[in-house]
């Protein structure tokens, strides 16, 4: 249905356009019939003022006027007339008012028979006359009413925008929520109306804050009680080692598999370690080229495993940032584009800083990302082609989602966009510079 | 001077203003951007200007009958358009269209927007430039202006709103119920400025309800602008518009079988919206 | 999805034919018996602004501008409307029509511009 304030501006104002101009119609009909009424009086009054006076008098004591005529009657004999009035009757001696044309001219008639005297009376006075002047102080009163709705529309559109106010401020307030801002809606001046929907939505809010607490603290708890075991595990396989064969199956099936719960329990203990209040506290000044060179040192055997190439160029940008979340952040980076990307492909990294912000892109050639898969691939636990090779297999699908979290804790944003190469594609993060 | 300049631009204006309304609402509904509308009424506006400059030469074609003849020409074509746009709207209640389909049904909406404005604005252009040689008339008349227009844009945005304010299922159906009425009318106007100009014999008129209803009194007007009604039609006018309102239902039945047809050659669940 | 759009055009197609038809039918029997009457406006009157036509008979009527400014020639009775521009000719046919008063008015200065058709009955 649209915006509410313009349907409630809209049809008030054509609400009350309607009902005053057609009231100002019936106005300025009735005011005008009543004008009328009011000349043609003054009209009979005339003719009867001729029929008192002498003949002779009458040239001398009528004003002469141009939107008026006379004439007088004996007998069929033109006895007087104003200078105004044509040679032969106005119009038919029939007593009562009329119109007829003459002069140019359209005029309302009165014949009026005396019949002591056998005089017949013609006045005639110009309609388009009457009417100029009947109309001038009708529209007078009219106009006001039509200059007026412009400014009624103003005052209708302040006061229903005042009105609506409250509820533009709640919905301005919920669409530039932060997703993982979880405070109360607070509007000023609540009305009645809108109590209910906010109290309900910070209800909701409240709740849906407390549970997603839980979730992190309850993932986190189990991830750091699930290490002790893991680690007693690990313990326990280097010490088997010595006691089964070397190229035993089952045992570097155990191995990768632990190796893998281990990699899990710590992923999740990094999504989770950090808040954004006490993360903001941290914050140091970073040379992510540096950074970028000590994560590449770091990773480069993985790389070298799967015969590709790994370059790193740009120079120096700092930013204001967590050194060891950025590190894991280029790490998951840099470990997907490396799982993904097939045998002997490219990977590139490249730092570089312009107009206030800082680009650090990691470019391969493996498959790409569908345009339709882009939003999915942040999400927890989420796997791009599932059997794409074994490397794979050592993915939990939380490399990404650590990305886009700490990204968010930076407030930088993160973009996927074709690489370079002919296929492939490009984790763009944008950071602000220091 | 102020009375007839509201009414002549009354009338003008609530014509217009239906059609708007009407075509707004199926846009709305279809989701098409209400953008079309300014390009429509500035086509009109161009038009009418062009109309109105000319028309003592357009006057004069045809021995003397030129604007008439131009008048139902104008008519013609927006039955014509309105027939089209109905088909279309018929077909895309039921199955997605094309973009080049989509595209003519825009194309119909700003033509028949644009050239009632062409033929309405083209008199009260006439009628302003007439009063703007005389100052004393100016102000009554700019007065009336006012008032005709504002109740005239008035009623178009309060039948908008009603039309939309309908129950999703009625909205379109009265709408095009709306559209056929404003066919009717406009086949009868046709027919009635191509018998002034003699170029359609005369017939015989089909009733007389000028004592009870006259054409000149404001319920007249208002009925002639939703309705067309007259007094004193012609069989031929009455013929005219039924048949007008007849393009418009069959032209709606042509959509729909068109859809009909469009759902079994294609798989079902694809083309529907 | 050609089957509309072929549908749509078999229609037009239809459609102009027959207003084409209708209209070079009935175009060709103009003028030959009808009579002219005269209207002149000047000052935004009607000169004569009672017109006397005998009944059941077209007449052509041929309205002449005097004025510089524009008038629409409107009645309800007769069912006719037309701008005649200032200074300019203007044909509008009416009738034929049964007896009676048929009034007619200028639109634009409905309260001086008036005047009527008389119908007559034939001898």
Partial sequence: MGSIRVFLIATMLATMTLFNFVATLQGYQSSLEEAERLFDNHLSQMVKLIANLHVEHMASNLNQSSDLAYQLWHKDQLVASSANSPKGFITELTAGFDYANFNGYRWRTLVHYAPDSDYWIVAAERTDQRFVLAEKVIIKAVTPIVLGIPLVGLLVWLIISRGLKPLRNLSFQLKHKQIDDLTAVKIPDLKDELEQVVQSINDLVRRLGSALEREKRFTADAAHELRTPISALKVQLHNIAEEVSADSQSFAQLKSGIERMQHLVEQLLSLYRFTPEEFANQFERVDIYLLAQNVLAEQHDAFEARQQSLELEGSSCYIEGDPFSLGALLQNLLSNANKYTPFGGEILVSVECSEGKVYLKVEDNGPGIKPADIDKVFERFHRLQKNLDQVFAQGCGLGLTIVKHVTELHRASIDILPSRFDSGCAFVIQFNEV | MFLNSVILIFQETLEAAILMSVLLVFARINGIRPTWIIFAIAAGLVGALIFAFNMADISDWFDYVGQEVMNALIQLIIILCLTVFIALQSLRSRVTVSRHQNLIYITCMVAVVSLAMTREGSEIFIYIGMVLQQPEYIRPTLTGTGIGAGIGISCGTLLYYGLLGLPPRWAPVCGATLLALVSGNFASQAILNLTQADWLPYTKILWDSSVWLPEGSLQGHLLFAFFGYEATPSILQGIAYIAGMLFIGLSAYVGYRAAVHGKKLQPRGELVK | ?123
Avoid: W
């Fill in chain 3, 1 to 123: 999805m050609k089957f509309e759009i072929i549908m749509i055009n078999k229609f037009t197609r239809m459609l102009a034919l027959s207003l084409i038809a209708v209209m070079t039918l009935y175009c060709p029997h103009v003028v030959a018996k009808t009579p002219v009457l005269e209207i002149e406006i000047k000052d935004h009157l009607f000169f004569p602004a009672t017109i006397e036509i005998p009944a059941n008979t077209k007449v052509k009527l041929l309205i002449i501008n005097r004025d510089s400014t524009s008038e629409e020639f409107e009645s309800y009775d007769l069912n006719r409307e037309k701008v005649i521009a200032g200074n300019r000719k203007a044909v509008i046919f009416v009738g034929p029509l049964s007896v009676g008063e048929y009034e007619f008015f200028g639109e634009f200065y409905p309260k001086t511009a008036q005047g009527k058709i008389v119908v007559i009955a034939n001898e």
